[in-house]
């Protein structure tokens, strides 16, 4: 079910008007999801190669945060934005324990919080975009190190 927001000054008062919370759309959902998948295959060769397990486990646990906001836009711009500069720094200080796979990830989170088209239709074209583009390279490499893992 819907979770309702009241509306209005008077909205803890008897009888005020309810509005439903506004979902996210499915790019900014599907991007979201992009930035969760994207880094899995290559963490896993990382911790199979010995690198330090919280450097690696935390951000991929801190990533599947966005996709159960889903439901309510606010927060789910809020923790797209709030994860993105965190995985950022995480990604850029973090180089040389392997962070660095993050870095896509921060950049869709960014790309998801202005992917709405019902709010702006052509921004968020091309914004859905550049998180395609974004998206590719580090999708190649995930699907080269799910196939090296596999043996293949």
Do not use: K
């Not at 930035?35 to 911790?47: D, G, K, Q, T």
């Not at 850029?92 to 960014?110: C, D, K, Q």
């Not at 550049?130 to 995930?142: G, H, R, T, Y």
């Amino acid at each position: 079910m819907a979770q309702t927001v009241p509306s209005g000054r008077g909205a803890a008062g008897g009888g005020a008007a309810l509005r439903r919370a506004r979902a996210v759309h499915p790019w900014q959902q599907r991007i979201a999801l992009a930035a969760l998948i994207i880094p899995v295959p290559p963490v896993v060769e990382m911790l199979g190669a010995g690198l330090p397990p919280f450097v690696l486990i935390a951000p991929v646990l801190l990533l599947a945060g966005p996709p159960f906001l889903r439901a309510h836009r606010a927060w789910f711009a809020t923790s797209c934005a709030a994860l993105a500069v965190l995985l950022l720094g995480w990604s850029l200080l973090g180089v040389a324990a392997g962070a660095w796979v993050f870095l896509p990830s921060a950049l869709l989170l960014l790309c998801a919080n202005f992917a709405d088209p019902r709010a702006h239709a052509t921004p968020a074209a091309v914004v859905t975009f550049a998180a395609v583009v974004i998206a590719v390279l580090p999708a190649v490499a995930s699907t080269a190190a799910a196939v090296h893992l596999l043996g293949g």
